[in-house]
């Protein structure tokens, strides 16, 4: 069936790091894929997406490719800042009959100033 | 726009108890999804609705939930009797469509269930 797999956290970086988040789907088709983040005490919001291979989706420094030769959306940031610390999902959706999103496990990203 | 506005934020409850979140979708918004988060699970989908029809309950966990979408502007999740492993984060989210061709699906806050 269609999922996605996340590098557990949780990740620990200092204030300026490269960030790397890795994220691999299993999927039929062709899907969308999605990361949403989620602060604290809050709900997820949609932080990058995109829509067929090749693409690549970006949103206040974050960047992710999709990659249809490796089945990949890897998460990334030249340079993080404590404002960032928060958990990350990648997602899939489909649309259609199975018209929802499927959700990886989550990955904390710690940033220590 | 307000953005989808779940009600209780928070709510302690006795097993057994009759429990019912609530969920207002962003106007216009023809979707609208019933999340689940756990620390063992993650992410769960519940049940979506398309226009006010159920579509997809098949991740509703039993018979003790049930979900309405009276109108396009309110839905509810209803758990009863409740138990203890009910505790959870529960997430109403609406969508203008569905997931295809990367529509983003806004969440509300969410409604933090603690079963006693």
């Known amino acids: 069936g269609n999922s996605v797999t996340q590098m557990e956290g949780p990740v620990t970086l200092s204030e300026e790091a490269f960030l790397t988040i890795n994220c691999t789907y299993t999927?039929?088709?062709?899907?969308?894929l999605f990361w949403y983040v989620q602060y604290p005490g809050e709900g997820l919001q949609l932080l990058l997406k995109a829509t067929k291979a090749d693409d690549k989706g970006s949103n206040k420094g974050f960047e992710a490719t999709y990659r249809k030769e490796t089945t990949s959306f890897h998460l990334e940031k030249g340079s993080v800042q404590v404002s960032d610390s928060a958990v990350y999902f990648c997602?899939?959706?489909?649309?259609?009959?199975?018209?929802?999103?499927?959700f990886g496990t989550g990955t904390l990203l710690a940033v220590q100033p | 726009d307000a953005g989808v506005i779940q009600s209780p934020r928070h709510e302690v409850t006795e097993m057994g108890q009759e429990v019912t979140l609530r969920c207002k979708p962003i106007?216009?918004?023809?979707?609208l999804f019933w999340y689940r988060q756990t620390m063992m699970r993650g992410l769960e989908l519940l049940i979506y609705?398309?226009?006010?029809?159920?579509?997809?309950d098949s991740g509703m966990p039993e018979d003790r939930f049930s979900a309405k979408m009276p109108n396009a502007s309110f839905s509810t999740l209803k758990i009863q009797p409740s138990e203890p492993r009910d505790s959870a984060v529960y997430f109403c989210?609406?969508?203008?469509?569905?997931?295809?061709?990367?529509?983003?699906?806004?969440f509300g806050e969410g409604s933090w269930l603690t079963v006693v």
């Open positions: 106007s216009g918004h023809d979707y």
């Open positions: 989210a609406s969508s203008l469509a569905g997931t295809s061709s990367g529509n983003t699906i806004y």
């Open positions: 609705f398309n226009n006010n029809v159920p579509i997809d």
């Open positions: 999927a039929t088709g062709y899907p969308s």
């Open positions: 997602a899939l959706g489909y649309g259609g009959a199975t018209n929802k999103l499927i």
